[in-house]
């Protein structure tokens, strides 16, 4: 939900009382981990020399390493071009198509291996195994049916509300395919956020499936895109056609009715496309490749922009030197597509690579927490990349699950929070069985690829950091004056890049100033300048350097909160909140969580003459169901008769959070009600 007055490009210039950053426990120094001689002999970054390759001086043109992965239709003649600051343009002049790129240029020599295997949640459906020659006869097909059944065309927006089926992946390489733009939102997400991206993005066309399963049950999905479609005609963005797959064939698992003219099922009209072949377009290296939207500060969320070379190029890259892909690797990465984690490592960045990505329906732990072992063992898989929340969920539920099973892993990645040093020997022990490399990968939505995490094979790991800047990054940490914070201080700032890389979003759709104003305008030392060495990015992200150069992320400095790996926008919860009725005002805060690494206490007051009620708390957890998704539900929801304000009638969210937290309030004297304060302290606390 976006409040009217939020529709404007206002820019998330952080002014926050409390973040995620200040709650943080600042762990102590741990000792180095390092890689077997077994690992560094067989890795893509086994010779120091290519950190020479990568070093400053010789930036931008490293990263033609890159680029040189890929095949272009047409070689750059710019590698960077710095004209129009901070909206960096690489590799310009160059042409591809990254649905070639992923997929045509396998076939002649691995047309039969596969490029994704699907695991579906029941047990008793066969595991699929996609080859590249199927893949391309899917995307194929797909391509055709989207430009001649639904008319898009090079550069349409087309949303994809899609889960965990290899429908998802097909989907996003045939819109490659066409040079249209795929906009995935999670499919989590509810019918209302789905709505909101769909008329931001202003596409025509929605694809989606009618159910999919989920921890035993088969859930409606269709549901959500008649919500989704509403939502967007609201917006004035109407969608013209919605692609229904059917995740059993024949059979239909939504209890929605089809609209006439509008809602069609995809295996109904597919047939007219048998073997149909879709010459992929020659796409300039600049163009969009795809949206991504991610939360901020205000309650719009932002279609982030990333490109089709730089974008490709970087994930590429990264895949082969911090993931260690090679052809033959069989690598799982736990994410779901929906999120950028999905979007550069499940899909692109490997099949740019021809190697066998692994993806799954269902959860880890259902219908028990051996599944990801079992499959492991299956399947054969040798790189396993996840988040710290599944770690401690596959920690608390099967601590001694993995050694009943009998597979090997080379290298482990953990990415979307900082993990905890214990979390991360566990991971190491039991999951890694002493043997697997473990990579820390910190990144973001906005960053396309891994910014954060030390070369496998060349440097030590260390529990808790996400190691150096990546190949060709250069990160630093200013403070609120701009200083840098030098390492080894002790000291905490915000972390900053101070380079371009490939991989950096292109702008916010449609908001070219809230871009500008969000990550560059901190710490730009002149406006006027077109070096990049005055631009550079800031990261919303609290963190501490030691002296050995190795970050450690604390969270974000901003009005985000990352529950387990997903961003929320503390503007948007307090929005979905305020359309309960009886609610008058409403604070979202960041709490510890064992679990989840951060989740998401609210507080609220009521309008007068309305009384507190277990009815009310409920009424707000399913308006943020129904705003936002399930995920963003929250922990916990204090009902209290007033909130801390300052005499201006701002909310001191920092107060809150320091009581939900049992921390420090800090100064409650220049409050208009301090007295509120210990009430809600002594109400709140008791009940925890
Ligand atoms: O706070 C950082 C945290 O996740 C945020 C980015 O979230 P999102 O855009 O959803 O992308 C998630 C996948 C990259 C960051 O601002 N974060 C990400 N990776 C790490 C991390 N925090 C600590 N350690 C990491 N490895």
Not at 114 to 123: G, L, S, T
């Amino acid at each position: 939900m976006v409040a009217a007055d939020d529709r404007d490009t206002r820019a998330d210039v952080p002014e926050v009382e409390v973040s995620e950053a200040q709650i943080a426990v600042h762990w102590r120094e741990e000792p180095y981990y390092y890689p077997s001689a077994k690992f560094i002999a067989q890795a893509n970054a086994g010779d120091p020399a290519i950190l020479e390759r990568f070093s400053e001086q010789n930036f931008p043109e490293c990263f033609r390493v890159y680029a040189d992965l890929l095949s272009w239709d047409a070689y750059w003649h710019t590698t960077l071009d710095t004209s129009n600051p901070p909206f960096w343009k690489w590799f310009v002049g160059g042409r591809l198509n990254a649905c070639y790129n992923c997929v045509d240029r396998h076939l002649a020599a691995s047309a039969n291996k596969a490029a994704f295997i699907w695991v579906p949640e029941p047990e008793n459906e066969p595991t699929l195994a996609l080859t590249y020659q199927e893949l391309y006869r899917r995307v194929n097909e797909f391509a055709a049916l989207l430009r001649d059944f639904a008319g898009v065309k090079t550069g349409d927006r087309v949303t994809l509300h899609l889960p965990m089926v290899p429908e998802l992946p097909i989907a996003m390489l045939a819109c490659a395919r066409l040079g249209a733009i795929h906009s995935q939102v999670f499919a989590g997400f509810s019918g209302a956020a789905c709505g909101d991206r769909i008329a931001d993005a202003e596409s025509k066309v929605l694809i989606t499936m009618d159910g999919y399963y989920r921890a035993g049950d088969l859930l409606d999905h269709k549901v959500k895109a008649d919500e989704a479609v509403a939502r967007a005609a609201q917006q004035g963005c109407t969608v013209e056609k919605v692609l229904v797959f059917r995740r059993h064939a024949g059979q239909y698992a939504s209890k929605s009715p089809m609209v006439d003219g509008r809602d069609f099922f995809v295996d109904d009209i597919l047939p007219q496309f048998r073997n149909k072949l879709v010459a992929p377009v020659s796409m300039p290296a600049e163009s969009t490749l795809f949206l991504m939207y991610t939360s901020g500060t205000t309650g719009r969320p932002k279609g982030c922009q990333h490109s089709t070379g730089g974008y490709l190029s970087y994930v590429a890259g990264t895949s082969k030197y911090y993931l260690d892909i090679h052809p033959e690797d069989t690598y799982w990465c736990f994410a779901d597509i929906g999120w950028i984690t999905g979007h550069s490592y499940i899909v692109y960045g490997p099949l740019a690579l021809g190697t066998t990505s692994v993806m799954y329906e269902g959860t880890p732990t259902y219908p028990d927490a051996g599944r990801p072992w079992r499959i492991a063992e299956r399947l054969g898989v040798n790189i396993f990349h996840t988040s710290p929340t599944t770690i401690r969920m596959l920690r608390k539920v099967g601590p001694d699950e993995p050694a009943k099973y009998n597979y090997h892993f080379k290298l482990m990645t953990t990415v979307g929070e900082p993990i905890e040093p214990d979390v991360w020997r566990w991971y190491y022990d039991v999951i890694g069985k002493g043997e697997a490399v473990i990579t820390d990968t910190w990144w973001q939505t906005e960053t396309g690829g891994f910014l954060g995490c030390q070369l496998p094979a060349l440097a030590p790991m260390k529990p808790g950091s996400c190691g150096p800047g990546v190949l060709g990054v250069f990160p630093v940490i200013y403070d609120e004056n701009g200083e840098v914070v030098p390492p080894g201080s002790g000291r905490a700032g915000n972390m900053c890049i101070r380079n371009p890389w490939p991989g950096v979003f292109q702008g916010i759709w449609k908001q070219p100033e809230r871009f500008v104003q969000t990550y560059y305008a901190k710490y730009c030392r002149n406006p006027e300048s077109k070096d990049w060495r005055d631009w550079p990015y800031f990261s919303g992200d609290g963190a501490v350097q030691a002296a050995d150069g190795y970050f450690r992320i604390l969270g974000r400095v901003d009005d985000v909160i990352n529950v387990a790996g997903h961003r929320l926008g503390t503007k948007e919860l307090e929005s979905a909140t305020l359309t309960v009725p009886e609610i008058a005002e409403a604070a979202a805060v960041p709490v510890m969580d064992e679990l989840r690494g951060r989740a998401v206490e609210m507080y609220v007051t009521l309008k007068p003459g309305v009384a507190a009620s277990t009815e009310i708390t409920e009424k707000v957890t399913k308006a943020i169901e129904t705003e936002i998704g399930k995920i963003a539900r929250p922990k916990s929801i204090w009902i209290v008769s007033d909130l801390p304000k300052t005499r201006s009638a701002k909310i001191m969210r920092r107060i809150l959070a320091g009581i939900s937290n049992f921390t420090d309030v800090g100064d409650t004297t220049t409050l208009a009600n301090p007295e509120v304060v210990e009430e809600i302290r002594r109400a709140v606390q008791k009940a925890k």
